[in-house]
């Protein structure tokens, strides 16, 4: 099982944003699904040992999290407008401090980075960590930022993770995730020039 | 300067589809679009040395190819929907067999991957080919196809084309253009962990 979780620090906490307005209404809600897409997405398939957790710190509820299980999701497509949809319908159920399912293998929970903290052994993906393609065993939960940086406080929390670098471009998050999974993907199936 | 092309192979010649059902009004669309992202952004930044061409293969004017270019593109936002709206402003000017600019960065001209095929020295991704991490000196122009296989024409066009792989498993090729330029980058900057 492989986790990510993709702080989105504007991203709106109701479903009072329009579909048509990701990024502005959303508060950059067209990152994250975007990084839905990336973290789930096969060609013609679903990655369904995969869970990706968007940490949504903006208007007016914060902190929010919706976790999207690629083992349980149905009706997602891979634009952006189909994962907005479901986050705006996760947006819109009544939020408690358990994960709720607002459809199949979506749920959502009030609480944000330091609750998922204490559930998984997180390492960062940042420009200045160990490379992945030369580091030894890589861990299975990686937490990204979306179009800013860390708050200082989400950098208290991070402090002690391990970190790690996908390469020398400074990239999205969504970019960055399919990076990982391709590393991940080579060392699952041992894929080298030798074995093919 | 690298390129990257991509076969669109239901996308819609004119502007008459919906911002807001790009994948269905569109002829999926929306696969382009992503296309256009993962081929020109980095974070707060665009690859100005690449070019994105989309080879639009639906109704009702097939084919028509829209370039989007690095260097002078502006106005571009990475959600789907912007790329969508400057491809739907490009379809709905008078296009000819020269490339016309439609918005800065952003041409078309009528013709598709056979006219594109005499310019460029085009590599395909495709998961039966050379994994780009061992190969050699890579190629600076690379076709994909969307969510569809190529056609039988199409394949003919490509028979004699070097093939590459990004990696074991069959992926989008939005996150296919990511791969390469995750490999392209590293060789640019000789990006090991030796001079880290």
Known sequence: MTSFAIIGH???TDGGFSLNDLPGSGGRMDVLCRCV???LFLSHDLRRDVDCYLVL???PAAPKTIRFSGNAVR????DERSAGALIKKALDIPTGSEFREAAPG???RKGGLARLMTEHTFAVLDETGTDIRTAGQLPD???L???LNFTGDEETLIAMCPRYSVGPACLHADHTITVVHNELDRRKAQWTSMNR
Chains 1, 2 share one sequence.
Do not use: Q, Y
């Not at 009706?75 to 891979?78: C, G």
């Open 141 to 143: 939960a990686f937490i």
């Open 75 to 78: 009706s997602l497509s891979p």
């Open 10 to 12: 504007l991203a709106r």
């Open 57 to 59: 710190c903006g208007e």
């Open 106 to 108: 979506i749920s959502v």
């Open 37 to 39: 897409n990336t973290s």
């Open 145 to 147: 930022s979306d179009h």
